[in-house]
């Protein structure tokens, strides 16, 4: 059975609009595409006021699991 592979990405250390490569086939994961066709929200967690603590991610390409961190930073940079 092949295994799948887990990669974390922090969000602060995107460059841009948010867009990033897939760590494992380079796919680029974009925030504003919701068509599922690139990559899919598989979970996600919050805090307890409800904002959000971290999103896995399946790249549909190479079906690596991508959990993007550092949600709270933004929230305080946005105020
Ligand atoms: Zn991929």
């Known amino acids: 059975m092949k295994q799948t592979s887990v990669f ?3 969000l602060n250390k995107i460059e841009g609009d948010g867009d990033f490569p897939c760590p494992s086939c380079g796919a680029i994961i974009s925030p504003d595409d919701d068509s599922e066709r690139v990559y899919k929200i598989i979970d996600m967690e919050t805090f307890e006021d409800g904002s959000l603590k971290n999103l896995s991610l399946l790249c549909k390409k190479c079906n690596s699991i991508i959990i993007l961190e ?7 940079i946005d105020g």
């Open 8 to 10: 974390r990405i922090d």
């Open 70 to 76: 550092g949600f709270e930073t933004l929230r305080l």
